[in-house]
């Protein structure tokens, strides 16, 4: 126990979970530690979901790194507690409630809620939960792994509650890197050259006078098992890797290529998959989340450094990476999610970014968060971070959902999260679409004629021609048309005529 | 002539500007100098111009910083020499012949264009040809009222035709700031803390074995007469002048609030206008372009340092700028389009990002470029570079367009540019709605309620009820009738029912 509460004083903090839950009260805004299920706060939201189930009024606004684990966003959510939520879910739980018009939730690009939570945009911070290894002779919060926006929840909240947390390694020490930004007109340029450079501290600093509880628990982080890859997604990565090669050929990207950056899912995993068996090497990601692929990368040798924000292993890559903690904190580095998914050192590096769209248009935008533009999937994440600033951009779909009865690939999608102005190339199982320098009629054929499925092919082409016959030809519409294929999916519960 | 040309061995480079305009063949990319009608080749493109109206089969891809005068884009146009274009235009005769699917058009954001060159995304490119106010002892290229991408064009282009203009006051020398980025993976920090921060060269360093050909013209920039300013542009002004003054008494926002960008326009002049009778004082800019409304605040001593890529007085404004050009250069620092636009500058700065919408919709989203989803009518600009990097981001747009028959708050936009999750504040003639923190429901009733016209309220809130009580109720849309507004007006001339 000693090693975890390395402050003496701080030891009479410690209460049961009941207890500091009970610190929570009704209408407060809480921010949590944790970024995907991992790291974030789970025995004090257990005990708070507990108090509301046993009839007692309460309700928070909510704000966490992104998604986290079902103690937290699924317990409250089911007892009723979240009244607003930001800014990024994959509970279902919480998912049908928001769709519900239950719970209010603001969708928003993860780069700009920690600087929102320093700006007061959110008004005034009551209390952050935060999931730590260990509250170093400093006061510093070691948090555990995940970093997400830990620092901010800890500067901006009244109060503090932390979950020491014994079940995760305590080999995680070291492997943070907390670097706070300022605020403008302070601002100084952030000193990170290579996702390898390390230019902060191992702990959060923190204003241990805030601390109100701290408390023990030892439940895992809820990882989840690992989806098997697909033979759709093998092609997409394979298309991926030749236009990698192709890139280098023509000396537009160097053979080590350029930091990558991986959404999540199935899709995502495969491409890293990919690369296990490709010929290149010496390769870096600065990216969000390290997932299971990336530790086969670091294995092979072919992964020097990978940077993210949060260690979110399968079921099946909990152990390997646990037991193996000394040997990973060498090349992985966790870094608060205002670094990981800054504007600022993704564009210096360069990083070549790659996420999953719901669907894309003939025309190049994309639609990552909302089925038939009302129906809230996950969020936007990190995704326009990562796409506006990246040395190009990758967006990755499969061509058709729901058995055929969806074509990803539509006249106009039903929401738009990235525009065509920040779409470069687009891929299916189908194949590749490089939409650099084209024209939206151009990028129409190439989308079309590349990814489309070819059961929805025809009616694209005829969609485009009928459209092209009309009075405004730059990007040619039948407005009335435009969304009538997300029209037909609702009523007769396909796309097909 | 001497001062003009500081390298001798240049001066055999002299010739016509048919004779340089001879250098252009059919197939070639060409990269220019200018940004706004300022600092853009005139001579030579009308050369050129001239010898496909006498009959030469002439085609050319043609990137420029941004919009440019009529002397290349429209004569260009006109004479059928442009293939495509990138990445933004203004010019009525190119306007019509995108829209008419003559020309192809890719609209992309203003600081990915600059990198672009430089990445090879364009490819080859044959001729960069510029506008100079001299050439340095160094072979340095001192641009005039504009540095736009000339930096880039000159480093990428194989050869390189120089227009030195001897209608652009000498005094401009001085007031540029050259500074050049590296490329991924080398790429470093930009140095810049504080809009007045000078951290270049006075010119462009020029390969100048690449030059073929200097020419002399002294047409002068083709500026605009300024349009008044309406009422409804005073009261937008007035409202965000109180929200400022909202955020500073809340501790959001400095008494000098942070450096400012303001789009292009009457209702952007009138906001900058609106600052000149204000209490803020020790204010800083930093902007693309500099219009007039800036000299009337540098005059007032309330603006200490205006910083952009472009001077662009109306031709009311010419005059007072040009006889006062020692003192404004003072006050006044041209950059490249990449440093002006740059997500890392901008986001550490703190930016207030302030641009002007064709449409709304009532959760939030923005069209900044396309009139019923297919007319483009100049393009993004820099808008996304600054709203999405901002410390907040404003949309300004008068609540109705075409006498009223057009609602510009309508249920779903008709091309989205900025997404809901790039938007904070939105102001109409009617009032502002601050959408920071809110759900999609909650946007859109005070979008309704504060920003659209009273004429369109029942009918916006009539679609948001029927919305609500559909199936999904995160963002409500009945997805059949979302654009039917637009429809509406295509067919009646009308929004009204
Ligand atoms: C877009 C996203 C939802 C795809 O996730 P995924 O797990 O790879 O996608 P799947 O193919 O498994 O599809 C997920 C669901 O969407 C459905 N779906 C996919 N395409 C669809 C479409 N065009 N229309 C309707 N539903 C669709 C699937 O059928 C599946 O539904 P189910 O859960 O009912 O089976 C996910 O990547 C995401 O949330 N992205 C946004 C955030 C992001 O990019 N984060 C990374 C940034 S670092
Ligand atoms: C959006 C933009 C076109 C508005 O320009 P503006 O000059 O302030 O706007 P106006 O109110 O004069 O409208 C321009 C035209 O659009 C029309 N218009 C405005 N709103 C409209 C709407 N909702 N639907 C259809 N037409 C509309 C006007 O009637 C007018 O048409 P006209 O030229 O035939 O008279 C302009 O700001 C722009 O191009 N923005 C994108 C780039 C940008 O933001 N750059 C700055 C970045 S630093």
């Known amino acids: 126990m000693n090693r975890k509460i390395r402050l003496e004083y701080l030891k009479r903090k410690i209460m049961t979970a009941a207890d500091a839950a009970s610190l929570i009260k009704n209408g407060m805004t809480v921010a949590t530690s944790g970024f995907t299920p991992s790291g974030y706060p789970k025995a004090v939201p257990l ?97 555990t792994t995940s970093v997400g926006l830990t620092p901010q929840a800890i500067n901006n909240a009244e109060g503090i509650i932390i979950e020491i947390n014994t079940a995760q390694p305590k080999e995680l020490e070291g492997i943070h890197d907390i670097y706070i930004t300022e605020k403008p007109p302070n601002r100084r340029p952030i000193p990170i050259l290579h996702p390898k450079d390390r230019i902060g501290t191992t702990s959060i600093p923190c204003d241990i006078s805030k601390i109100k509880a701290i408390i023990y628990t030892d439940i895992p982080d809820n990882v989840r098992p690992l989806g098997g890859i697909d033979e759709a997604s093998k092609r997409i990565s394979e298309y991926i890797i030749d236009f990698f090669n192709f890139e280098v050929k023509q000396g537009r990207l160097p053979k080590e290529l350029l930091p990558l950056q991986s959404g999540v899912g199935s899709i995502a995993n495969a491409v890293l998959g990919g690369l296990v068996d490709s010929k290149f090497y010496n390769l870096t990601c600065y990216t969000e989340v390290i997932q299971d692929s990336m530790f086969d990368l670091i294995d092979e040798g072919k992964v020097l450094m990978a940077s993210g924000t949060a260690l979110t292993p399968s079921i099946e890559g909990f152990k390997r990476l646990y037991d193996r903690m000394d040997f990973y904190r ?99 199982e189908q194949g590749l679409a490089d939409l650099r320098g084209t024209s939206p009629r151009e990028r129409a054929r190439k989308i079309i004629r590349n990814c489309a499925h070819p059961q929805y ?35 007769t519960g396909s796309m097909k005529k």
């Open 330 to 428: 060498k090349h992985c580095i966790l870094r608060p999610m205002e670094i990981s998914n800054h504007p600022e050192v993704i564009r210096r590096l360069g990083v070549i970014a790659m996420n999953t769209a719901i669907e894309a248009d003939i025309y190049g935008h994309v639609n990552s968060t909302m089925i038939a533009g009302s129906r809230m999937m996950n969020g936007i994440g990190g995704s326009g971070d990562f796409t506006r600033n990246g040395y190009f951009s990758i967006f990755t779909t499969h061509s058709t959902a729901k058995g055929g009865n969806i074509s990803s690939i539509v006249p106009k999608v039903a929401h738009v999260d990235h525009t065509e102005h920040d779409v470069s190339v687009i891929v299916t």
């Open 47 to 143: 005990a708070l979901a507990k108090r509301a189930e046993e009839g007692e009024e309460i309700k928070i606004n909510l704000i966490t790194g992104a998604s986290v684990g079902d103690e937290l966003d699924g317990a409250l959510s089911r007892s009723n507690v979240i009244d607003k939520r930001y800014p990024y879910q994959t509970n279902d739980s919480l998912r049908n409630r928001i769709n519900d018009g239950l719970i209010g939730f603001q969708d928003l690009h993860l780069s700009h809620v920690p600087q929102m939570l320093d700006y007061g945009f959110f008004g005034k911070i009551d209390m952050a939960i935060v999931e730590a290894l260990a509250i170093t002779e400093e006061g510093g919060i070691i948090p």
């Open 457 to 491: 092919r025809d009616l694209l082409y005829d969609y485009l021609e009928r459209a092209e016959k009309g009075f405004y030809r730059h990007q040619p519409q039948i407005i009335h048309e435009a969304l009538s294929w997300h029209t037909r999916y609702l009523n």
